[in-house]
């Protein structure tokens, strides 16, 4: 393929790809336009598409007359279109600078560089019938270069990235400029490549200032598929296609081998294709707009909220985390008065970004994102991922929900549980009370028909007992105040029986500290007189007794009350122990608090006598006595 070949190729298909991509970019602006009633079309990304389409039509145009007509175009239609290339560097450098005060003049420098462009291709069309003009198109070079050093001074605070890409659109533009206005003879592919389609990179780099996400993937992607399968065709023609054919001419074989040959190429254009869009899609996402893995994202915030045991530091973490990953300037949660229309979680618009949390129940909650970097909009796979967290976050907010609600339950049941039991509690040792002072009062009538002197002593004690009594209304008191309410009560029975009831207490010092609950000992000194001493004639002994035993890792209090009364037998042990109040009062409050680790055993055979013994376990008793 000789050189002046290969040029026309390059220009043929740079131009058409040229119409294609600014074609491309005027239609998403009037799409984008059109799909949000709020945003209005950007007039720096409609011009930059209008002044592509004028300089890549006319170049169309004009070298499809040329080369294929050999017939002239007219001057006009060529300093017009070269005209709206020369605008397109102006456009760039406004696009870089806007919103930098500083830098306005360079912006209208710019625009007058390219406007006394515009007036000179013009003059010399019109006037000489010449196009385009070298006056003009040497201006404009040395003018690039100006622009150039002019923008690397005041984006001197931007990123190198941002740098080279301006750097690289206007050095491309000047040296394109300058070639044009050599009006070199021989043109090779490659020189032809860079003189003639400038406009690409212009475009690129517009897009990449303000607008790094606005049309990425409606333009972006496609641009780059586009110029990537052009290339590629071009390559395999002139790499594959071409030496193929001069074979063919060299051997005279006949015409359908070249037929075959272009079909072939044309097939594994198409076969590469995906390969080629697949990697415009990586390169874009990737180094271009370096977009977050949003797999990685739902998988960390996933692992992020599993842990999080507070619906609002959820909320408050996805927001961190998407505002980051999504660039939006605001991220922030609210209530939602009512579930999302239609069950849709993403309500998104230009700017604007509303994500639903599907809770159960209310209240539900959104999360509002706010001012994206460079006007983008929510792509597909965006608002699929966002979708996904919301239904995350939402599933994890209903588990929160249900195990508060079932704690707060358990709570109340055992509030209700507790004070059940202390009312139990309550009525269990209003039971006592009365017993004991029925009994008291029996011995204090007998003692004033036989000993009035006795009657009135045990009278008073009886009246200092129950004050004592009567104050308290603890469920626990320590061991050394009940042994001294049992002397107190033995007393007064001791006033009664004299001589035949005798009494043994054998409780060590440092055990006396040691919460027991209330009178948790005198039903059974009661019983042991009344039951057992009562009924023999000679009387009896009673002997109250506590110490510490070693359960394998627990420590119990054993505490015992025996006597050597008349006793009963084993087989009516369990039918009188229902029928006597004392002793179910005991084995109720001990089960109450503390379940199966405390006991009340009971041994007893005729005429040996009765053995009561309690064992607590010293570890619940103890905590009874810090409090």
Not at 127 to 148: C, D, I, K
Not at 341 to 350: C, Q, R
Not at 539 to 559: D, K, P, Q, T, Y
Request: charged fraction near 20%; aromatic fraction near 8%.
């Amino acid at each position: 393929m000789d050189p002046f070949n290969a040029a026309s190729l390059v220009n043929l298909l740079g131009f058409t790809v040229g119409v294609a991509l600014y074609g491309l970019l005027l239609a998403m602006v009037i799409r984008h336009r059109q799909a949000s009633e709020k945003f209005r079309p950007d007039l720096l990304l409609l011009t930059a598409a209008v002044l592509g389409i004028l300089w890549n039509v006319g170049e169309l145009f004009t070298f499809i007359r040329q080369d294929f007509n050999h017939t002239e175009v007219s001057p006009l239609l060529t300093a017009i279109s070269f005209s709206a290339l020369g605008f397109l560097p102006s456009v760039v450098v406004h696009s870089s600078q806007r919103g930098n005060s500083k830098a306005r003049l360079l912006t209208f420098v710019a625009y007058a560089l390219s406007a006394f462009a515009a007036v000179l291709y013009l003059e010399s069309a019109i006037l000489y019938g010449v196009a385009p003009s070298n006056l003009a198109l040497q201006v404009l070079t040395y003018g690039s270069l100006a622009l150039l050093v002019g923008l690397l001074f005041f984006t001197f605070r931007k990123s190198l990235e941002r740098k080279l890409v301006l750097a690289s659109a206007l050095g491309v533009f000047a040296v394109s400029a300058l070639h044009l206005s050599g009006g070199a003879e021989e043109r090779s592919w490659l020189i032809e490549l860079v003189a003639h389609q400038c406009s690409l990179p212009l475009a690129l780099a517009l897009l990449l200032q303000d607008f790094r996400f606005a049309f990425a993937d409606l333009f972006l992607k496609r641009a780059l598929s586009l110029m990537l399968v052009s290339l590629a065709a071009f390559g395999l023609y002139v790499f594959i296609g071409v030496p193929l054919l001069s074979l063919h001419e060299e051997h005279a074989r006949n015409d359908v081998q070249p037929t075959g040959i272009m079909l072939a190429l044309w097939v594994a254009t198409a076969l590469a294709y995906p390969k080629l869009h697949q990697f415009a899609v990586w390169l874009v996402d990737k180094v271009v707009l370096r977009r977050a893995n949003y797999a990685v994202l739902r998988s960390e915030i996933a692992a992020y909220i599993e842990q999080t045991e507070s619906i609002e530091e959820i909320l408050d973490h996805v927001c961190r985390s998407l505002s980051v990953a999504l660039t939006a300037h605001s991220a922030i949660w609210e209530e939602a008065m009512e579930p999302a229309e239609n069950g849709a979680a993403v309500n998104a618009t230009a700017f604007y970004a509303e994500v639903f949390i599907p809770a159960v129940e209310a209240p539900y909650y959104k999360i509002i994102l706010q001012d994206f970097l460079g006007g983008r909009n929510l792509l597909s796979d965006e608002v699929e991922v966002l979708e996904s967290i919301a239904l995350i976050s939402a599933r994890r907010i209903d588990v929160l929900r249900v195990t508060r609600q079932r704690h707060e339950q358990e709570m109340r049941e055992q509030e209700f549980s507790k004070l059940a039991t202390e009312a139990q509690l309550t009525s269990l040792r209003s039971q006592i009370n009365p017993h004991f002072l029925f009994n008291a009062l029996t011995t204090i009538g007998y003692l004033i028909q036989t000993a009035p002197d006795k009657a009135f002593g045990t009278l008073m004690r009886l009246t200092k007992l129950l004050r004592s009594l009567l104050s308290s209304t603890e469920e626990f008191c320590a061991l050394g105040e009940e042994i001294k309410l049992i002397q107190a009560y033995l007393e007064i029975e001791q006033a009664r029986f004299e001589e035949r009831l005798e009494v043994e207490i054998a409780v060590a010092k440092d055990l006396e500290n040691i919460r027991v609950p209330s009178l948790i000992l005198q039903p059974l000194v009661e019983n042991a007189i009344k039951h057992g001493i009562s009924k023999m004639a000679r009387g009896g002994r009673v002997e109250i007794s506590a110490r510490l035993e070693n359960s394998g890792e627990n420590v119990n209090l054993m505490l015992s009350v025996k006597d050597t009364g008349a006793g009963i037998d084993t087989a009516e042990l369990p039918g009188r122990r229902k029928e006597r109040i004392g002793l179910n009062n005991i084995e109720q409050r001990l089960r109450s608090y503390y379940g199966a680790k405390a006991t009340l055993e009971i041994e007893s055979a005729p005429g040996t006598g009765t053995t009561a013994k309690i064992i607590l376990p010293v570890s619940a008793s103890l905590e009874r006595s810090a409090r």
